[in-house]
């Protein structure tokens, strides 16, 4: 189910978006073009439309964009879809009206976001695809676009996916750094329950079968398996007790994630993958502007 845009951005995630916004309306300074050619009332409409099928994500930045501007008052926006939804190409998916100075200045900064979002919504949704009826749930990583690690992983949940921890403070994971400065897995994960209580949940990263075995013995929250193939990662799952949760991650690909999701006996209960945020294709909309 998709979590609702307001929701989301409460609170700290609603500070995120809104330096975003301001930074994106900042960088492209005022518009001198849209300044010199219209009155500050002059009037214009606007249609979004989705340029392939494609789902929609980040209609709700409309709004937010126009309010940073200081202009929401003056500005009508419609969503005509239903965000989170599928559309075919060509479909009008929003309106706007206003005057034409603000449409313009907001014109790439909404696009920009919801071409974006759209496409993590799209590359998210196709892995989701391969995980169908595997029990294995998707997440994603901190891979992403600084400034920006709200909305892309709000764009994940658009998709089916599942967010990882969207900061340090929601889950804390041990990698060779942590564990050699502590001595052991059990060493680290003690100090940490010790250190915050109560504690988030503590994963540690492992990539042999000792480290699972260790991570197992310090009864860590969940245990990930990183760049592990078959069959060593078969092995390396039958050893944790199904109390423990398991995690799958490193180099995951849309040809091999399926597989890494069936091949054992003992399913992991999430497979990460860095490449929804960080590589995916911006779907393609377009914005049509009218006088009047």
């Known amino acids: 189910m998709l979590t609702p845009w307001a929701t989301f951005f409460s609170g700290r995630g609603r500070t995120f978006l809104d330096r975003a916004i301001e930074l994106a309306l900042d960088e492209d300074g005022p518009d001198l073009t849209a300044e010199g050619l219209f009155?500050?009332?002059?009037?214009?409409?606007?249609?979004?439309?989705?340029?392939?099928?494609?789902?929609?994500a980040g209609l709700p930045v409309m709004e937010e964009v126009f309010r940073c501007m200081g202009a929401a008052d003056r500005v009508s926006a419609v969503c005509l879809?239903?965000?989170?939804?599928?559309?075919?190409?060509?479909?009008?998916?929003?309106?706007?009206?206003?005057?034409?100075?603000?449409?313009?200045?907001?014109?790439?900064?909404?696009?920009?976001?919801?071409t974006h979002l759209s496409g993590i919504a799209n590359l998210t949704a196709r892995y989701v695809h391969e995980l169908e009826g595997s029990g294995v749930r998707l997440l994603d990583t901190r891979k992403t676009t600084p400034g920006l690690r709200w909305p892309e992983k709000y764009a994940v949940l658009v998709g089916g996916g599942c967010n990882h921890r969207r900061d340090l403070t929601e889950m804390l994971m041990l990698k060779d750094n942590h564990i050699d400065?502590?001595?052991?897995?059990?060493?680290?994960?003690?100090?940490?329950?010790?250190?915050?209580?109560?504690c988030p949940p503590i994963e540690v990263e492992c990539r042999t079968l000792d480290h699972v075995r260790e991570a197992v013995a310090a009864r860590a929250d969940r245990i990930m398996m990183d760049n592990m193939r078959p069959p060593l990662l078969c092995e390396a799952l039958s050893l944790v007790p199904p109390d423990l949760e398991t995690e799958v991650s490193g180099g995951v690909t849309l040809e091999t994630i399926g597989t890494l999701a069936r091949c054992c006996p003992r399913r992991p209960d999430f497979i990460s993958v860095g490449r929804l945020t960080h590589s995916a294709v911006a779907a393609d909309f377009s914005m049509t502007l009218q006088q009047g």
């Open 81 to 114: 879809v239903d965000e989170g939804s599928r559309v075919a190409a060509m479909t009008e998916v929003a309106s706007m009206q206003g005057p034409a100075v603000v449409l313009l200045k907001a014109e790439r900064v909404i696009l920009n976001f919801i």
């Open 39 to 56: 009155t500050a009332d002059a009037p214009m409409r606007a249609v979004i439309r989705a340029k392939e099928d494609t789902l929609v």
């Open 181 to 198: 400065a502590a001595g052991s897995i059990v060493a680290a994960v003690a100090r940490l329950r010790q250190r915050y209580q109560p």
